[in-house]
């Protein structure tokens, strides 16, 4: 870590959490070309220097930021993939449940991952994305084989279109969740969070071949 970075984080907590705060909002808002560093600090009430002292510059910020908020989306999958006793697909409908509560807890953050996500000259797109992606993917991987070894999933699964599918799944529900507009039309009415995190459960685990009854 560079050493502004870490001057950083040897700041008070509260300090340290407002910078954040602000800054999560400003790239929020405006995406990261927009951004106005200028912005965050006269919100905070401190000198432009002191953010270039901590970051360096915009893109330093944001890295430290986007690291912030990777570590965050990670904490309550790694909560779930650390019970091993439970149910493949209990597993899954917590990543619904997680994922909805991720988006509730830091509506902010998601919106940035929605402007990086739809914007193609968003700056280091494709690294920031393939971050998000690759932890995506690590946690399903493991999810997955851990139910094939249990006998919960099919011993000849392909695990690697199995990743494909459901991260494609879980992530487009999130957009659904976040921007309910997206499903005007398509979307069942009248579900809670909890009812729709159930239904596609219950639909990936019985399929499109086979009946629920």
Do not use: W
Not at 36 to 59: E, H, T
Not at 83 to 99: C, G, M, Q, Y
Not at 179 to 200: H, N, T
Request: net charge positive; charged share 30%.
């Amino acid at each position: 870590m560079a050493q502004t970075q870490k001057t950083f984080d040897n700041l008070p907590d509260e300090k340290r959490q407002r910078v954040l705060t602000e800054a999560t909002r400003e790239f929020a808002e405006h995406g990261y070309d927009q951004a106005s560093v200028n912005r965050i600090v006269n919100r905070l009430g401190i000198a432009k220097g002191s953010l270039f002292k901590y970051f360096g510059n915009k893109q330093g910020l944001f890295e430290y930021l986007f690291g912030h908020a990777i570590a965050k989306f990670k904490k309550p999958l790694k909560e779930i993939r650390d019970t091993p006793d439970d149910d493949f697909f209990n597993r899954i409908e917590k990543s619904f449940l997680a994922s909805g509560a991720f988006v509730d807890r830091h509506p902010h953050i998601f919106r940035i991952y929605l402007k990086m996500l739809f914007n193609e000259s968003f700056p280091l797109r494709e690294k920031f994305l393939g971050e998000i992606r690759k932890a995506h993917a690590k946690f399903l991987k493991q999810l997955i084989e851990d139910g094939i070894h249990k006998k919960q999933l099919p011993a000849d699964l392909n695990v690697e279109l199995a990743v494909f599918n459901l991260h494609s799944i879980l992530d487009r529900f999130l957009q659904g969740y976040a921007v309910p507009s997206l499903d005007y039309g398509i979307e069942p009415a009248g579900q809670s969070m909890k009812d729709k995190a159930r239904a596609m459960t219950d639909f990936l685990r019985h399929g499109l071949g086979h009946s629920s009854c």
